[in-house]
Structures are given as C-alpha cells and as structure tokens.
C-alpha cells in the first residue's frame, strides 16, 4: 500500500448506492459495490452502505454496515454525522450517486463538521464533472476538441440560439433529475417540445443546446489511472450504429474493428489527457464521436465512475476491473496493487489484449408489451428504449454476433427470419431509414434482396465492413440450408457460431438430430479462456465462451460442482430480480462447500462477478450450449429458475437432475387502482408448510399487514413441486391500507403462485431472514435445526416499524410513448423502499 496522505486519512468509507433500476441502469453499480467492499475490509477501513433498492446485494453483504434507506441528502447526512465518516464512494453507484453527492456537498453547512472526502476525485473536480457545460469549457480550455454547449433558461434565450446555431441540434437537460437523455432536434416544429421535455428533466430547469452529430461513430474507451499519473487502457469498442440512436440501443463490439490505429491511438491519447486534467484516481469512460471523412474526433461524454461500458470491458477482457479501481481509488499506485489468488501476479499491471471478438446486443421489451396489448414507439433514436443488454463471444464477428442474438432474443417474434420475409420492400426502406428493435435480421433481409452494400451504408451511416460480415452470413446460411446434412456444411456452421437449433430449422430435423450428427463425426467444441494476457501468461483462468478449434482450454472443475443458469438480460418484470436470486444462490452454494459453474450472458448481472463461482460460462442459455458445458462438467445437479420452463423440460428429458428455483413464467399482473391485492405468504420445504406472514399489494406499493397469518384447512403442499416461498392471492376492492385483514374463509376466489422474485427480495431485508438461501438449502436437503426454529417462530414476528416497497419512478412516455398506462407490477423495472410509522 502507498504511503500517501489520503490512505492514512482513510478509516470509513461510505459507498452511496444507485437506488432503484431504471433505463440505463440495470445491477452494474450494486455488482461493483458488492465485490470492492470486502476489498476496503481487507485495507482495514470500515465501510458502509446506503441503497434504496430491495434488490441490492451490497446491502447484504457481511463486509459492511449497511442502511437500507432512501437516497436523500438529509439521510446520507445522517449517516456521515452518526458514524463519522471520513470518506464517501459516490462513483462506484454512477451518475445518479455522483449527482446526489454532489447535492451533498453543495448543501454543506459549517454545522455539518468537516466535507469528507470524494475517493477517486477531489470535491472540485467532482463539481466540474458533474456539470457538463463547466466541463466542456474545461477541456475546450486544454485544447481538447469537444462540441460548444451552450445554457438556456427560457424558451426566448433558445429561440435566440437558433440564429447562430444550425439544425439538427442537441438538446439536454443541465442537472438531470435522473438518467439524462439527449433529445435530437431536426425539425423546427419539434424544437420547443424538445426544450420543455429538457427543462422538465432538469432539476435547475435549464438545458443544454449543442450543434447534434448524428452519423458520427461512437466509441468508447475504457482507462485506469494512479495517483502517479499512470495511465492505461483496459477496453475499447465502437457502435455500428451511428450517433443519433442511444448507445445503449445500438449494437456494440469490441475491439474496435473500422478505425484506424492511428485515430485510436489519438484518442486513447485524449482520453488520459482528461484524466491528469481531472487528477483521476480510479476507472473512467470517454465517448468519443469520429467523422471517418474528415479524420475529426470530439470527446462527446466524460464518465469518471462505473458504468455499463466498465462492467462490459471487465468480462470482455478478463482484466479485474473493479477490485483495481478501488485500489487506485484509495491512493495505491498500479504497480503495488495485489490482487486475490485467484487473478495472476501482474494482471493489475498489465493492459488488456484481446484474441477474440464481443457483440453485445440491447434486448427491448416491445414484444412482452404488445402481448399485453400496449403499443409503443418502436423507433430508435437518441433515447434509450432497451432495459437489458447480453453479450456474445467468439473468435470472429460473425461468430459473436450469432451468440448474442440467440441470447438476447431466444423468445422475440419479431427477431425471426420469417417475420422479416414478410416485410415489403417500402416498409423495408422506412426501417433502415428510421431503425427498429430488428435492426440486425432486417439489414440480413435487406442483403437478402440484393440491396448493394455502398447504397446500404449511405440509406443507414453505418459502416461496410459491417454489410460485408452479413453479406458473408447470408451467403454462409444460404449454402448449409442447400446442403441438408452435409458434415462439411455442418462443421462450417458451427465454426462461424450457427446454433444446434438454427441447422436442424435449414435442414427441417431436429436439434437432437444435429448434436448427435455432430457427435458421430467428432465436431466438438472447444471452450477458450478469456485472460488478459490473451494467454500470454498463466492467470488462473475461470471465465470461458466456446468455439470450434482444436484445442480446448477446459476441463471439468469437479465431479461434484452445482451448474447454476442464469436469468440471462434483464427484461420488464423479471428486472434485477431475477439476477438478485441467481447470485445468492451462487454465494450460498459456495457456503455450502459446492463447486459453482455459472452460465449467463448478462453483463450487468452480479453471478458474473469472479469472486462468485469456480467458473464462468459466457454463453447463450438454449438447450444446445446448455447441454455442451453440462457434458463437459457432468454437474451433480443444474439449478434454474423456474420461468424457463422448455430449458427445464428438455434438460429433465435428457436425464439431468434439475433444482428449480420457483417462479411464475411471467411476472403476475399487479391490482388495478380500485382494488388491493392480498397474500398470504408460506414456505414450502418440500414436506411442511410454514405461515410467514400477510401482505397488501397496492397500485406501486407492498406493505406487510402487522398480524398473526394462520394457513387454510386444505393443504397447499400437496399442489407444490418445489421449496420455496409461496403465496395464496386473492383481491379485494378497497384503496385503503389495513391493519388486519379476514383470512378465516381463504381458499375461495384464491389461486397460489411463487412469489415474485422482487417480493422475495423485499421480505428477506424487511424481516432479516435470507428466503433465497433457505429455498436452496430446502431443496438441496441440507436445511438444519436452527432453519426449522426460524421457520417455526417467523409468523409471530409483528412488524410495526415497516419498510413498503414502492415502484419508482419511471418515466415511460419519455422512453417508449405507450397507448396505454404500464402495469407497473407486471412490468416494473425498479422499485425503493419507503419508511411507514
């Protein structure tokens, strides 16, 4: 450890968490909070924890003091007097956190003590991010090449600005109340609209005005820096789309695959300029946008803090991104960083290689949507519309990208070759005009036609290379689909990442037909461990995707190891619940002793983090890459929620032994505004039933009723398959909150249901007992006397001081435009807590 000043100032440390989930912010911050706290701990500091939101692992983690409260300045305040804390980690929660501390300190009195310190950034410099148009004039200042900003306040000063600036222009809001959007402005018409949907977004209510880019490129470094002033960088990707549709909705690879080296190397070189101007101690992502024309770069957004693009490069390269930047954070230069055993000696020091390629693909929630029967805005454009993201990895473009769609849109309609055939040929050039969620099977379909590459890239601004690598595909598909079993068809395909079932749809069989076929004729795949060294050096790997090359980098970890699935991108409804469940059932069979393999493709995901299994299986969650990993580690059981209900029916078809982690195939409707829902919720475990206790479910709200719950005279258990937490719904017309409710006659105009994974998250912090954990030790059988008392004596715990979890605020009609109100139960995306007496 360095001998600076600030790590000897350093004794308690608060970590301000990124409160409830929302567009563009699914589970990155919680899983960075979760895996550096034990960091701090084993620094000797002290450390805290503030988050509102029910799913948050940090907030039971066993390495800090945690506070399961609202994010305000009145209660971090709080926090920082009682306990004295002398410093405070706003950039491991992102932008909202960094906002929030900013509030913070600049509502600092004399009376409040001594302002803590900011880890990673002094108080200026966090002010000066945190304020996009004084950062902008910062850099501008240091020669830096960005795009003017300028602030309005009225609709006057605006209409002003319109006769120096030219159309199209780019609207934001200055101190956004929560993510900021940008808002493209082509039209004249469109623009006052877009100055007020700014100013309402602005906490000051003012805007930003800049002159829009769009048909740009975007790219996106990733760079570490010390105290010292060593810099590295440890990522990089482009967008195919270009700027004028949200990055976060745009297809995304790494490494950069269209731009020149010495154009990166510009970049990389203004990107560690911004972080000596800033005096960065930590992690930081620059968007850069790149006129491939005029070889111009600007820095469009500097981000000091984790985001998606840190967790992103963390499991793209293998580089143990987050446990280095709370070194570098806490004032430990590069090269005195020691990591844990499980990462070799001199990863910290060394910038990352990659001998592979990742696609990450958005997932959208327009199909969940419209099966309800709301109708949204489908087009993309500068705000974001997806809510999940799953990665693909292989050893060419072609190979990821075929990965990652079979990730992300294993149930999407409209992600079907056959959906995009019957698309006319106007429709076809309105949508690459004017993209839609099936940007990538329509730009296939549009080669399909014979459509010219040149004509292509000019109608979308998006780069050949591109058209070529689909040109490629389609040619690729073309033949295998003429070629019925032909097994030098069948070992191209599944070189260039074509699925099990995608062969067996061309070739009209089945995808038993196609596995065994492949057996038969030994076109085996081969897993590749992802290091940063690009195997250059011995790593101590656990992180693999597959391939088909000769030579295989893995081997089964232990007769005895536990396959856990993961939910895969997170999608309305399942949100970060779904990754909340699966991570406490790694960490509690890691507590039980199992070896742990982890499938999943979600890079915001906390089951990825390495600290969690012996393993990692980047990889598509269909039956095909299931079965692959399960016939290399022979599992003694695979553990899978319950949703996936085809996964579950072909894996028990084929004689594996599955642990289903009980849940709904999708999330129930929630009560509409005249009524409340009701449940009483039980534990099954596997023999018993035990009551827990009485809930309210209202239009965005869930209260425990403080009483006694008794379970009806039939017994419920005998309608089970599964342990877990269960519960007896039925609905009431009334608004009103009750202090007891009538459960003598329950039984009529019921129905049972596992409880959502979100309700089982709420109750587990409410009530301090660990629902996840029991329900896998119940079915496991390894449940002990002490688990038996609990369950036993839980019904009697009346809870007076409650905590109600309550839906946040999502601002829908901004990011989809629906017809019609969202069921914000069915659908939710986040939710908080909420102090009630």
Do not use: C
């Not at 609202?70 to 920082?80: A, H, M, S």
């Not at 975007?218 to 949200?246: C, Y």
């Not at 594996?656 to 009524?675: A, C, D, W």
């Amino acid at each position: 450890m360095s001998n600076s000043t600030i790590n000897k100032e350093i004794k308690k440390v608060l970590f301000i968490g990124a409160g409830s989930n929302d567009f563009g912010r699914e589970a990155e911050h919680d899983a960075a909070i979760y895996q550096v706290m034990p960091e701090l701990r084993g620094h000797g500091v002290e450390v805290f924890v503030i988050d509102e939101n029910p799913y948050a692992l940090s907030l039971e983690s066993l390495a800090a003091t945690t506070f399961w409260q609202q994010l305000t300045v009145e209660n971090i305040k709080n926090i920082i007097r009682e306990h004295q804390i002398d410093t405070v980690a706003p950039l491991f929660g992102g932008q909202s956190s960094l906002r929030l501390w900013a509030e913070v300190v600049q509502s600092w009195t004399h009376g409040d003590g001594t302002v803590p310190h900011t880890l990673g950034l002094t108080i200026d410099m966090l002010l000066k991010v945190n304020n996009l148009p004084a950062m902008t004039a910062f850099m501008s200042d240091h020669g830096l090449p960005v795009i003017n900003n300028y602030v309005v306040k009225a609709q006057d000063e605006a209409n002003e600005l319109l006769r120096e600036l030219q159309l199209p222009l780019m609207v934001r809001a200055l101190h956004p109340k929560q993510t900021n959007t940008r808002h493209v402005v082509e039209r004249l018409d469109d623009f006052e609209e877009a100055i007020n949907l700014a100013k309402v977004q602005s906490v000051t209510q003012e805007v930003i005005i800049s002159r829009a880019i769009n048909g740009l490129k975007e790219v996106s470094l990733e760079v570490l820096r010390d105290f010292r002033g060593n810099k590295m960088q440890i990522g990089a990707s482009e967008d195919m789309d270009p700027i004028g549709i949200h990055t976060s909705d745009s297809l995304s690879v790494s490494p950069i695959l269209t731009i020149q080296d010495q154009l990166i190397g510009k970049m990389r070189d203004y990107a560690f300029r911004v972080a000596d101007m800033i005096r960065l101690q930590g992690i930081m992502h620059v968007q850069f946008a790149v006129d491939d024309e005029t070889r111009r770069i600007y820095i469009i957004k500097v981000s000091p803090y984790i985001d998606q693009m840190a967790t992103r490069m963390a499991l793209a390269t293998g580089y143990p991104t987050m446990l280095v930047a709370v070194n570098l954070a806490m004032g430990i230069a590069l090269e005195d960083i020691v990591l844990p055993h499980n990462f070799g000696i001199n990863a910290a020091m060394m910038e990352p290689m990659m001998d592979h390629v990742v696609v990450k693909l958005p997932v959208f929630p327009f199909g969940e949507l419209a099966e309800a029967g709301v109708s949204v805005k489908r087009q993309l454009n500068s705000v974001q519309k997806s809510i999940g993201t799953t990665l693909g990895f292989g050893r060419t473009f072609i190979e990821s990208l075929e990965k990652a769609i079979r990730s992300a849109h294993f149930n999407n309609a409209s992600f079907s070759p056959t959906n995009m055939a019957n698309i006319n040929d106007d429709e076809l050039i309105q949508q690459l005009i004017h993209p839609q969620d099936n940007r990538v099977l329509l730009l296939i379909e549009a080669i399909r036609r014979g459509y010219e590459i040149d004509e292509l890239a000019e109608l979308t601004a998006i780069d050949e290379f591109y058209f070529y690598q689909l040109k490629h595909l389609h040619t690729l598909e073309v033949e295998i689909e003429a070629d019925t079993d032909n097994i030098q068809s069948l070992r191209r395909g599944k070189r260039y990442g074509l699925s099990d079932g995608l062969l067996a749809r061309f070739w009209h069989t089945d995808f038993n037909i196609i596995r065994t076929l492949a057996k038969e004729n030994n076109i085996s795949v081969s897993y590749k461990a992802v290091e940063p060294s690009a195997g250059e050096f011995p790593e101590n790997a656990r992180q693999y995707y597959a391939t088909y090359e000769t030579e295989n980098e893995s081997v089964q970890i232990h007769e005895n190891a536990v396959l856990v699935i993961g939910s895969g991108a997170f999608r309305m409804g399942d949100a970060a619940s779904g990754g909340y469940a699966t991570t406490i059932t790694l960490s509690e069979l890691r507590r039980l002793q199992y070896p742990t393999i982890i499938m999943n493709n979600n890079p915001s995901d906390a089951t990825l983090l390495p600290h969690l299994a012996d393993k990692q299986y980047l990889e598509p969650l269909e039956i095909s890459d299931v079965m692959r990993v399960v016939e290399l580690e022979k599992p003694q059981f695979i553990v899978i929620p319950g949703n996936r209900r085809k996964l579950i029916k072909a894996l028990r078809n084929l004689g594996q032994r599955v642990v289903i982690l009980p849940k709904e195939r999708h999330t129930p409707n929630g009560p509409n505004e005249n009524q409340s829902e009701f449940a009483l919720n039980f534990f099954y475990d596997g023999h018993d039933s035990y009551p827990i206790n009485v809930t309210q479910h209202m239009a965005g709200e869930m209260r425990i009723i403080p009483q006694i719950a008794k379970m009806p005279d039939d017994h419920l258990a005998t309608h089970i398959d599964n342990p877990g937490v269960y519960q007896v719904i039925w609905h009431q017309n009334t608004i009103h909150w009750k202090e007891h409710v009538d459960i003598s006659n329950i039984g009529h105009d019921t129905w049972l249901r596992p409880m959502p994974f979100g309700q089982v998250a709420y109750l587990t912090k409410a009530m301090q007992i660990q629902w996840i954990r029991l329900t896998i030790r119940a079915a496991i059988e390894e449940m002990t006397e002490e688990d038996h008392v609990i369950l036993s004596t839980v019904n009697a715990r009346l809870m007076t001081d409650q905590l109600g979890m309550i839906a946040s605020d999502v601002n829908y009609r901004l990011h989809l435009q629906p017809n019609k109100v969202i069921d914000g139960t069915r659908f939710e995306i986040g939710v908080s807590v909420q102090r009630y007496g």
